[in-house]
Nanobody, 124 residues
Framework: QVQLVESGGGLVQAGASLRLSCAAS????????MGWFRQAPGKEREFVST????????YYADSVKGRFTISRDNAKNTVYLQMNSLKPEDTAVYYC?????????????????WGQGTQVTVSS
């Protein structure tokens, strides 16, 4: 069982930056691929980014490519999402997810554990 706790959300103006963190329990963190997803009001949850268990490979949704960076610190059991040049359309609840395999995946059905989410609101 893996427990995930997100933090770092907040209210910012367009163009600002935020860094989300997701702390995971357990002793085999590097064996899990990690992902970030988001859900805007009235919309379905969508993929944002994923990172391989080793941290050596990453993948992004087109909507955030070049602005967001996913990273992980396996010694701290933590995955991060650095969000730069934020836009109002980035407003959503952001969820961290863990997959019980080290390989990246953009399909949320392949993730086994989810955090409670953290709200990001970007004002124009």
């Amino acid at each position: 069982q893996v427990q995930l706790v997100e933090s770092g959300g907040g209210l910012v103006q367009a163009g600002a930056s935020l860094r989300l963190s997701c702390a995971a329990s357990g002793r085999t963190f590097s064996s899990y691929a990690m992902g970030w997803f988001r859900q805007a009001p009235g919309k379905e949850r969508e993929f944002v980014s994923t990172i391989r268990g080793s941290g050596g490979s990453t993948y992004y949704a087109d909507s955030v490519k070049g602005r967001f960076t996913i990273s992980r610190d396996n010694a701290k059991n933590t995955v991060y999402l650095q969000m730069n040049s934020l836009k109002p359309e980035d407003t959503a609840v952001y969820y961290c997810a863990a997959r019980s395999r080290p390989y990246m995946l953009y399909d949320e059905s392949g993730y086994d554990y989810w955090g409670q989410g953290t709200q990001v609101t970007v004002s124009s």
